[in-house]
């Protein structure tokens, strides 16, 4: 199955610093998408990007979708930013209809004031 | 905006009662799934379903079973709820061609006593 490795672990950062976490897969994919999970466990998704570069504020994303990989960029963080960041790919398995998002292992970020 | 609903944020039951959990979506999403989310090991999916009465296992669907007899409804259910069960679970939806971001619902953490 499709393999989703994501990098760093862990990154604690100075407000003001930025930063940038990547995702590496395995296998072309249909759907590749970053999650934010806040400290009450809600998970808000910030980008669907299979491809190309997306800009949201302060949060972009790249995704080069022929090496294989995505990069999520933070600049300015902010305390708010705090929290794990999943990435998750997705593949259609049945008959075009169905398949499943596999997710990264999520990098914990704590952004200090 | 999607919006996918838990039926409940905290539940706690008794070991060998039987579970359900409830998640309602209001998007006329074809793919809705069931993950649970444990420190350490990130979001694991449980079952996921792509069309009404069906359901395909995900990565670890032991001691759990499904239902969808609604395109808007995905419940799952503890057949004979065990202290191993206890965890966040989160519901999530998708459209059918994958080209989408998926939505997850707030999550339910369920204590089993």
């Known amino acids: ?113 | 905006d999607v919006k996918v609903t838990q039926s409940s944020r905290y539940l706690v039951k008794r070991t060998g009662e039987k579970v359900f959990l409830e998640c309602v979506q209001d998007m006329d999403h074809e793919n809705m799934f069931w993950y649970r989310q444990d420190p350490g090991l990130g979001l694991r999916l449980i079952y996921f379903s792509y069309d009404v009465k069906m359901k395909e296992k995900g990565d670890i669907p032991e001691g759990y079973s499904v239902s969808r007899e609604k395109k808007e409804r995905f419940s799952l259910i503890l057949e004979s709820a065990s202290t191993n069960q206890t965890s966040m679970y989160l519901c999530a939806s998708l459209t059918g061609g994958f080209n989408q971001p998926q939505h997850f619902g707030d999550g339910t953490r369920l204590s089993i006593l």
């Open chain 1, 1 to 113: 199955g499709i393999q989703v490795e994501q990098s760093p672990p862990d990154l604690i950062l100075q407000e003001g610093a930025n930063s940038t976490l990547r995702c590496n897969f395995s296998d072309s994919v249909n759907n590749l998408q970053w999650f934010h999970q806040n400290p009450w466990g809600q998970l808000i998704n910030l980008f669907y990007i299979p491809s190309g570069t997306k800009q949201n504020g302060r949060l972009s994303a790249t995704t080069v979708a022929t090496e294989r990989y995505s990069l999520l960029y933070i600049s300015s963080s902010q305390t708010t930013d705090s929290g794990v960041y999943f990435c998750a790919v997705g593949l259609l398995m049945i008959y075009n209809q169905g398949g499943k998002l596999i997710f990264g292992q999520g990098t914990e970020l704590s952004v200090k004031p």
